[in-house]
């Protein structure tokens, strides 16, 4: 999500000039679920977490949706939160919620009313130790250190990640009507009603068409 150009589309990363690209950390190769992010959330680099000490990255918060389908880079899912890692990637709070498509076979196996987590153990066992540990290890190839985590790498469930999700949207809607200064994010938007980055259909029609496709 390209946060720093108007209407934030979906592109290809790019760091220090070039296509980023994840490394395989064995055994694994590349992404280990459909890597995506909730719309309507931020994580606040000018706010410090009270639980990792450490503020925002800057970016919606990330979902790492476990399902049994591989998704399409841009579709929209409908998913079923189940609990929440909190990352802490170099100095900033990075939370990972652990989600499953609601429309996935599979769901309906994680149905504890409260430990949603702990039926994950059960019915994909040895998938949250990976998470913890591609998490831990893959920016290392790159020449950088660990990660770490809060709460020593435990997995919180549903109703703690539920929380997180309500802080971070709210300081999406705090970023949107402008009482946080959001820096070079651009903030434009058609749909967010008293939002003063809020624009006609036509004049993100405009925008969308202005840009260049190589």
Not at 61 to 81: A, H
Not at 102 to 113: N, S
Not at 153 to 176: N, Q, Y
Request: charged fraction near 30%; aromatic fraction near 10%.
């Amino acid at each position: 999500i390209a946060t720093e150009e108007p209407l934030n589309p979906i592109k290809h990363d790019i760091k220090k000039g070039k296509l980023r690209y994840v490394a395989n950390i064995f055994p694994h190769k590349g992404y280990i679920w459909n890597y995506g992010a909730l719309p309507q959330t931020w994580e606040d680099p000018k706010h410090t977490d009270k639980i990792t000490g450490c503020c925002g990255d800057n970016d919606p918060i990330d979902v790492c949706e476990i399902g049994s389908k591989i998704r399409s880079s841009g579709e929209i899912v409908q998913v079923k939160v189940l609990g929440v890692l909190g990352l802490v990637d170099e100095g900033e709070t990075d939370w990972k919620i652990i989600a499953i498509s609601a429309d996935d076979p599979e769901a309906q196996k994680i149905h504890g009313k409260y430990f949603y987590i702990d039926d994950v153990k059960k019915h994909k066992p040895g998938y949250l130790e990976a998470t913890l540990d591609w998490f831990q290890l893959y920016k290392v190839p790159d020449g950088k250190p660990e990660n770490h985590f809060a709460f020593n790498g435990e997995f919180k469930d549903k109703d703690f990640a539920v929380e997180i999700i309500k802080s971070t949207h709210e300081h999406w809607k705090a970023l949107l009507h402008k009482k946080v200064d959001g820096g070079a994010i651009k903030c434009t938007n058609v749909l967010v009603s008293g939002s003063p980055f809020c624009c006609s259909d036509e004049d993100a029609r405009s925008i969308v068409q202005s840009v260049r496709i190589f």
